[in-house]
Each structure stands twice: as structure tokens, then as C-alpha cells.
């Protein structure tokens, strides 16, 4: 039986991942500090509550003895890391530094990380390989890409081997109704649009109707969060089997434009929305949609739920259970 602490396991992808490693026979333990997460989340395993960076909680944990570790746990607010630039750093780097060492002073070789496209920056092409050069354009993006760095660093000095999972638009919910997206406060488009529908919110802001996008608003490659688990499944299997480090961008490969999202949302929730339109937002780019093809090739990973309305229709279930 696999040993698997997911750090960050009462989030929103975290939380899938741990249910879906307890459907697979793992025996999980969560560490959460629960400032953005929630305990009801973690539906298998132990949950401690503390801070990844607290060396005295890790050696008690990792004492447990631990085949990997998946690191969910990062502060992931674009703009908010523009404003706030050292929670960032400290957070997502230094923190997660602190949670490395106490992995190598106990012995456990294999991590699996939660990156993200922003690592990218402005795109020189798309669909963007993990060949497409990494030049974030804010601290949130620069935070996830020094972690990957410093990783190819611990791999070669400490044989610590890792995969990083460059995540495009996280969305969708549980196919089985019993989690979902709770971020406070929320600001990502799909939920943003259905608690509109719901009634919750008034109108829905749309950033830009002026790019250079067939119907002119930013066209992003919404990733469903149990795809993404299954990457990370597939991931921890690979590590398991003795493979090396490895880097991998995660998406559709298709894209949707925010209208085309907003209209989805209208079909599948059968409501009218109000649209407030407003100027572009600081620092999205236009398109942004992965090339998936290295994970397909090498990991036999394949995004299933790659229709819209799928995707949106699982996050509006979540949405109305959630009262
Ligand atoms: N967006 C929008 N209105 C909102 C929130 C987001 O028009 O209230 C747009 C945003 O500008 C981007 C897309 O929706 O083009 C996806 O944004 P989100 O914040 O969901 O994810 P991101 O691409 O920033 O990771």
C-alpha cells in the first residue's frame, strides 16, 4: 500500500486528489493549515492541522515513513502576489523550501509539485510545450518557477525526484457531487459566472472584449480538477516505478474564450446573466491553451472531460449543494 502525504489536501485540487488516492487503496495523511482550506474537504485519511513549515510538526509526520509527497499548497492569487509579493515568496518558496529539507532529513526521495502555466508568462506560441521558454510576468508565476528550478538542484545534490505539474485553468468539481471549488474570495471565472446564475452576485465582470481572439475576450484551456488528479496519479505511479524527474504541462489542449464560457454557463444552468463589461485585466494574455502531448506520450495521460459543458455542469452541481 502506497504512503502519500498531500500537503495542501484540504484545497480545492488537493482535496480531489485525496479522495481519489483513497479509491486506490493509498493510505493518505493531509496536512492542511486550513487558511484557505477546509476540514469537511479531506474526505479520507488523517488531517493534521499546521504549517508545512513548521520542522517540529514534519518530523513528527514524516516520521510516519511516507513513499511521496504531492505539495498542493501555495497562495495562487495573480494579483494579490503583485501586491503582496513577500507572502508570496514566503509562502510558496521559502516555505515549501522548509518542507523539502524535512523530507530529505527523512528520507523521502519523491515529490510531486503543483505548478502552473503562469510559469510561461506572455506566450510566444500556443499551443505552449514544455519547451516554451519561462518568463512569468508576476510573482505568483515566479514563485512556482523557482521551486522548479531549485528542484533540478535537490535532484542532482540530493536524488530527490519530482514531477511538476504545470496546471492551465483548474475547474470543473468532483463527478460525484462531493467536492468543489470554495475559494474566499473568489475570483475565477467559471465559479464567479455560476454563483451569477445562482443569484448570488449581481452581474459578472468580463476583462476585455479587445483581444486578438475570435470574438475578442481571452481565450484560457479549462482543465478538469479530476483530470488532473489522474496526471497526478499517473505521475506518482511513474516516481513508483523508479522513473526521473519531469516536467509537464497540463490542459486540453483546447481553448475557450470567456464568452464562449459565459454562454455554456447560460445553456447548462438555464439562467440569464447580467454582463458588466470592463478594460482588460493587468497581465492576462490573450490565449493561453497547453499542448498536452508529453504527458499523453510519456505518462498515457489524456484529459476525459474535455467538453465545456461537462465541466461546467459538475461545478454547477457543487455550486448549488454548497448553499
Ligand atoms: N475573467 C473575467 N471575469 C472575471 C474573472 C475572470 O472576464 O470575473 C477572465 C480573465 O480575464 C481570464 C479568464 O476569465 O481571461 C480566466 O480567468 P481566471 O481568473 O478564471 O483564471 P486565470 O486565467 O487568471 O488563471
Known amino acids: 500500500m502506497q504512503k502519500i502525504l498531500v500537503v495542501g489536501g484540504a484545497g480545492f485540487i488537493g482535496s480531489h486528489m ?30 493534521v492541522q499546521g504549517d508545512m513549515a513548521d520542522r517540529a510538526l514534519l518530523d513528527g509526520v514524516l516520521s510516519r515513513g511516507f513513499d511521496a509527497v504531492m505539495h498542493f499548497a501555495s497562495f495562487i492569487e495573480v494579483g494579490e502576489s503583485v501586491q503582496q509579493p513577500a507572502r508570496y515568496y514566503q509562502n510558496n518558496v521559502v516555505k515549501t523550501l522548509a518542507l523539502l529539507d524535512a523530507m530529505r532529513a527523512h528520507g ?3 515529490f510531486i ?24 510576468v508576476n510573482p505568483y508565476g515566479r514563485t512556482k518557477l523557482m521551486v522548479e528550478q531549485l528542484l533540478a538542484d535537490y535532484e542532482r545534490a540530493y536524488g530527490l525526484r519530482s514531477v511538476c ?3 492551465f485553468n483548474a475547474a470543473g ?29 449581481a452581474h459578472l465582470q468580463v476583462f476585455g472584449r479587445d483581444y486578438d481572439t475570435p470574438d475578442g475576450t481571452c481565450v484560457r484551456d479549462y482543465v478538469h480538477v479530476q483530470d488532473l488528479c489522474a496526471a497526478h496519479w499517473l505521475a506518482l ?5 523508479g522513473a526521473g524527474s519531469q516536467k509537464y504541462n497540463l490542459g486540453s489542449g483546447r481553448g475557450f474564450s470567456v464568452q464562449e464560457v459565459i454562454d455554456t454557463v447560460q445553456r447548462v444552468t438555464g439562467r440569464p446573466m447580467a454582463l458588466m463589461d470592463q478594460p482588460r485585466r493587468l497581465g492576462d494574455p490573450a490565449r493561453l491553451v497547453a499542448d498536452p502531448g508529453l504527458a499523453q ?27
Open 297 to 323: 506520450r510519456v505518462l498515457g495521460w489524456q484529459a476525459q472531460f474535455t467538453d465545456l459543458d461537462t465541466i461546467i455542469a459538475h461545478a454547477w452541481r457543487w455550486e448549488n449543494r454548497k448553499g
Open 173 to 201: 468539481a468532483d463527478p460525484e457531487g462531493q467536492l468543489g471549488e470554495r475559494h474566499q474570495p473568489e475570483t475565477h471565472l467559471i465559479p464567479l459566472a455560476l454563483q451569477v446564475a445562482a443569484g448570488r452576485r
Open 113 to 136: 509539485f503543483s505548478s502552473t502555466a503562469a510559469t510561461f508568462g506572455e506566450p510566444q506560441y500556443t499551443p505552449m510545450d514544455e519547451q516554451h521558454p519561462q518568463h512569468p
Open 165 to 167: 505539474l504545470r496546471y
Open 108 to 110: 523521502v526521495q519523491r
Open 18 to 47: 485525496v479522495k481519489m488516492l483513497g479509491q486506490r487503496g493509498c493510505q493518505v495523511t493531509t496536512l492542511d493549515d486550513l487558511t484557505s482550506g477546509h476540514r469537511d474537504a479531506v474526505l479520507v485519511g488523517d488531517l
Open 237 to 241: 505511479q511513474s516516481l513508483m516505478g
